[in-house]
Nanobody, 122 residues
């Protein structure tokens, strides 16, 4: 079955960087687009970065644009999220999701990982 496993979360001070990874298995990785979501305490889960099957098309929400970069290595069945200039408001559980279609510029999720915690202190 489809499995997505995130890693790389942790605690960092404001201005710092983290790199998240999401390893996929159980399906043809390069057949699905990928989206990163996050959920802060008391808030709904929000999408913030998406990447196409081949990696040539990416999309970001304004709040992370210029600070976060999504990429993928189809040979390793892995999608990455490089997060720079982190802010306390980036604190959340981060999830990767795989999808087979788009609504507008966003890959729509079919399968989810279990999430990894990112905590940014001021």
């Amino acid at each position: 079955q489809v499995e997505l496993v995130e890693s790389g979360g942790g605690s960092v001070q404001a201005g710092g960087s983290l790199r998240l990874s999401c390893v996929a298995s159980g399906y043809t990785f390069d057949a699905r687009c990928m989206t990163w979501f996050r959920q802060a305490p008391g808030k709904t889960r929000e999408k913030f970065a998406s990447i196409s099957t081949g990696g040539s098309f990416t999309n970001y929400v304004d709040s992370v644009k210029g600070r976060f970069t999504v990429s993928r290595d189809n040979a390793k069945n892995t999608v990455y999220l490089q997060m720079n200039s982190l802010k306390p408001e980036d604190t959340a559980v981060y999830y990767c999701a795989a999808g087979r279609g788009y609504i507008g510029d966003w890959c729509t999720p079919d399968n989810w990982g279990q999430g990894t915690q990112v905590t940014v202190s001021s």
